[in-house]
């Protein structure tokens, strides 16, 4: 990773690349900029910690009003109006806690008002406007007044310091070897879900049922020959000690278009060209398209304006990893893991689009291949320590994910807590995943319960908060009882939707009123029995 330094000269622009020396200058410039605040990491943990002590204690209440995903970033902002620095910049994240950053929201935030993480765009649910956003809230920072010592953020820091372990975080994957994918849709299905197994006895890691698996995967080279094409430059150009297409493939994402390649281009070109990426480059939407503007889309765009492929590369952003939901258990079968993946296509105008790392899964790689890997441990979502206790897991689509997990950890561990599964998807007929598994843990009394949900079996939607609905009785039985809740699947809607069906159950059932019912569920969250993995 770069790390920059004040005194450091950087010469990212090759003396041989067709630039004035003014221009070779200004983009040295540039590019520096970028790395300073994209790339490095320049503190150690101990200064981290040092810096990060003296953050907080800033007479914030810890309370965090705009922690709701489902809340657009501008209502987010607001409710963090007035706080400090580190508190607004959490709230400028996407509220997933989805560990794809490496950290929770609170943390990450934390560990960049500390100046202990520079890079301010790892907020994948975020995407541009948080890093926009964190961008604009950094640059007060070195006008903002040093704090008042406190230990109040100490657990960033326990982060950064865990995350050196190899295969233990993003920072440090180790090679897994890729076994087989199995489609989990019959015909019929307006899904492709994979099943998909790797090795990992190679790699020596081992995981806890609830733990994500973090994935480095590969541009299609499809893609990048076009992408290299539009350039109008050679395969074989040497940037980064690579060639373009193997950079191009390796190392940078070729999604969303940065602000920085608009910014390039702004600067290559002039006229209403130069105003349009200049506008884009501010977050406007020129011509109504930005939110389709990926990098091919913006090099058809710009048709007249050709980067110099070293300063095409630095412009774009680094690939990052994917997490995915594990779905098996080591204590079940040590040394194999599974994942549930959903497979990313779509249509822009008349160009197919897929999502990277979903289709890497689903079609580039063999059996045999290794990619590189990492476990991200959950935080506040795992099976009950209690093996007694009774779970309810809600999860449709790709949310079963993790409960295939658990209900085959507890089958291993001979865990006798009950086990409900709420499941769901669009067709009984071909869209039941692991039907002949979860039917056999029915008939052999592992699962307690199988509760389904077809949203397109019948003429109106039929979701698993609506199952949930009917069966809300035994539902409250359970959680009287002292069950646990999960939800895993859609953080936009579905979580949401579960959550208020919860509610609606608490309040009937349960005989209390609606203030009443949502201060239980918030009960049930503080004490650990209500936890979530959305993404
Ligand atoms: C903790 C966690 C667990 C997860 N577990 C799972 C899991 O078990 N299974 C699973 O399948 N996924 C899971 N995900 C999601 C997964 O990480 C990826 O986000 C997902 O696979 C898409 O990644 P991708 O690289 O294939 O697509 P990307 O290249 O990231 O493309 C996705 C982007 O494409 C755009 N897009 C997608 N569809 C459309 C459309 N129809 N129209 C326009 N734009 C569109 C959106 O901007 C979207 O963000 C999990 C995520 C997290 C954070
Ligand atoms: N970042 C990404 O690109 C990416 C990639 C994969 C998945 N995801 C997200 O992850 C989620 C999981 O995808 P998936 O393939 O597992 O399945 P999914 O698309 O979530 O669908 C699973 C089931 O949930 C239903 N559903 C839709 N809205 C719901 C709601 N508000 N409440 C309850 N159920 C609802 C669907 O019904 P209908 O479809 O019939 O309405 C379907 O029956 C997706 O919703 C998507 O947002 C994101």
Redesign the pocket.
């Known amino acids: 990773m770069n790390q920059i330094t004040p005194t450091t000269k950087l010469e990212i622009i090759p003396a041989s690349a067709p630039f004035s020396e003014a221009q070779r200058s200004w983009l040295n410039g540039f590019f520096a900029g970028l790395l300073t605040t994209d790339g490095a990491v320049p503190l150690s943990p101990e200064q981290g910690a040092a810096v990060m002590q003296g953050a907080a204690g800033d007479g914030d209440d810890g309370e965090a009003p705009w922690h709701d995903q489902t809340l657009p970033i501008a209502d987010r902002m607001r409710l963090a109006e007035g706080r400090p620095l580190r508190r607004r910049m959490m709230a400028a994240m996407a509220q997933q806690d989805c560990g794809q950053c490496g950290y929770n929201c609170n943390d990450y935030s934390d560990a960049i008002a500390a100046k202990g993480e520079a890079r301010l765009n790892l907020c994948?649910?975020g995407g541009k406007e948080t890093a926009r956003m964190l961008k604009s809230l950094y640059e007060e920072l070195d006008k903002a007044p040093a704090a008042v010592p406190s230990a109040a953020v100490t657990p960033a820091v326990a982060v950064t310091a865990t995350i050196s372990a190899p295969g233990r975080s993003r920072d440090n994957p180790v090679p897994a070897t890729f076994l087989s994918r199995r489609l989990l849709n019959k015909q019929g299905s307006e899904?492709e879900?994979w099943h998909i197994d790797f090795d990992l006895s190679g790699c020596g890691l081992d995981y806890v049922v609830g733990d994500s698996f973090g994935i480095f995967a590969k541009n299609d080279v499809g893609l990048v020959d076009q992408v290299i094409a539009l350039l109008g430059a050679s395969h074989t150009t040497a940037v980064r000690g690579k060639t373009l297409r193997e950079a191009l493939i390796e190392d940078v994402s070729l999604s969303p278009a940065p602000d920085s390649l608009f910014e390039l281009l702004s600067y290559l070109t002039g006229g209403a060209e130069r105003e349009k990426a200049r506008a884009l480059a501010q977050g406007e939407d020129p011509d109504g398209d930005a939110a389709t503007l990926d990098v091919m889309a913006v090099l058809q765009k710009f048709p007249k304006v050709r980067p110099h492929p070293e300063a095409f590369i630095e412009a774009l952003e680094p690939l990052q990893p994917r997490l995915y939901s594990i779905s098996s258990s080591h204590n079940a079968t040590p040394g194999k893991l599974s994942l549930?993946v959903?497979c990313?296509r779509y249509v822009v105008g008349k160009r197919k689009r897929i999502?990277l790392a979903?289709t890497f899964l689903a079609e580039r790689i063999n059996p045999g291949d290794e990619v590189r890997v990492y476990v991200q441990k959950a935080h506040g979502f795992a099976l009950p320590q209690d093996p007694k206790i009774p779970i309810i897991m809600i999860g449709?689509?790709?949310?079963v994910a993790p409960f295939r997990a658990f209900l085959l950890d507890r089958k291993a561990t001979g865990a006798p807590g009950k086990n409900w599964l709420f499941f769901?998807?669009?067709r009984s007929d071909c869209?039941f995943f692991y039907q002949d598994e979860l039917n056999a843990m029915k008939t052999s009394g592992l699962l307690t319960r199988l509760s389904l949900?077809?949203?397109?079996d019948g003429a109106k939607?039929f979701?698993?908060?609506d199952r949930m609905r009917e069966v809300g009785r035994e539902l409250w039985n359970w959680l009287a009882e002292g069950a646990n809740v999960y939800i895993c699947?859609?953080?936009?809607?579905?979580a949401?939707?579960?959550e208020r069906a919860l509610v609606d159950i608490v309040a009937q059932f349960g005989a209390r009123s609606t203030d009443e019912a949502i201060a239980f569920v918030g009960e049930l969250k503080k004490k650990g029995r209500f936890q979530q993995d959305v993404?």
């Open positions: 994948v649910p899904k879900t549930t959903d990313v999502g979903s449709p689509g790709t949310g769901g998807h669009q869209d949900a077809w949203s397109r939607k979701y698993v908060q699947g859609d953080a936009k809607r579905m949401k939707d579960v993404y």
